[in-house]
DNA sequence: AGGAAACTGGACCGGTGAGTCCATTCCGGC
DNA sequence: GCCGGAATGGACTCACCGGTCCAGTTTCCT
């Protein structure tokens, strides 16, 4: 028996990872207070004690979750930032992928959770706030004005304000994003994210970029 | 009896009006679902069967209070960019001077309240994602397309496509805020609004200014 | 094999909150 | 000054949900 329907009960040692995924997929779905930890347990094919002897409470579930949820999105930011290194490459190109990678971050499932999740419980958990904010969000940001910083002295970009540089191009990139994707109801097809990001690398390079094509 | 602690009772026609605003404070402190109507009546200064009497359950007093925010978010918002329909003002105070009144709208409480609440009740109601985005966000940004391909038009802007451009202005604008303002949380200084103004119209007039100056 | 630790199902408690009801009181218009 | 509709408050129902408990079963480690 208990076969039923879930996954097939695996490795029995992550458990914690099955209640962990359910978790977030009722409270994205149903929000945090409406989330019954009833329904939780059973998605993750658990019983509630099981979900009791893992996190404590409610509340340690969520933050768990989010832990998880921010580790994933940081790491993943990273990666789409990273090859921006690339000292030769075209720029255009360059610019163009990154934004392409970090707009499929930002459009991810498991990205729209977490800001939803993360505005609908900042004010009680403000503790949350800090965690992606600090964590995610700035981190990144940073990251891609270090990049930028790095072009700026190879002289392929006019000197700016790193931060305020890698600000605007993650504003360019996902400024119509919420409103396109309808704040993560509707998937948006990967050619509408690769004009975004050309657009995007476009007017970031008529503003930045030196006349070097 | 009846002035304890709330504005006192006045012309006795404008309960809704309280209601609904002491709904939208309550709703923006607690989150839908932790809001008691107890505790909205009593913040109105008024009984909870009155409450039921104005509108007929909890789900519609959200859609009430959410229609009366979206409006008076699209009148200031539209206000916002109106001026832009100046045509001999100088380009750049006049572009700065709407991105700071956007700016301005973008970090109103009201504001914040409406896109928290959207965010975390926009997977249970759909039809106020359709409110907000159709009847804000969507207008808003349509107005400032048409005040830029006017600008376009009079020679005072290169030509592009003026819906992407409305959109680019925006992301610029609003890009960083989120971070700044941490979800809302945070009051942000008229004077850090007046930068990033600034900095927005500065890229942006890089990016798509004639050099007319 | 055997025992500890984890897991299960389901009953159970206590609190909370939406919505209803009603007898009473208040208030504005005629 | 009086009448009718609105407002009051407070009690009440009903459902749901977080968290606990427990007796029985499974799984894993040695």
Redesign the pocket.
Known sequence: ??EAGTAL?R???D??RAILDAALRVFDR?G???????????E???????????F????T?LRQAFAALSEEALARNLAAVAPLADRDGDLRALLEDAGLRLVRCYCAPHSWTLRRLLAAEAGRFPDLLGLVQDGVADRVNEALADRLARLVLAGRLRAADPALAAEQFGGLLCGSLDRRTRLGTREVPEEEMREVARAAADTFLRAFGTGEL
């Open positions: 028996m208990g009960t490795g029995r040692i458990k914690r149903e945090y207070d409406r989330a019954g930890v009833d329904v939780i347990a059973a993750a094919g658990v019983a509630k004690a099981t979900v009791y002897n893992h404590g409470d409610k509340e579930l």
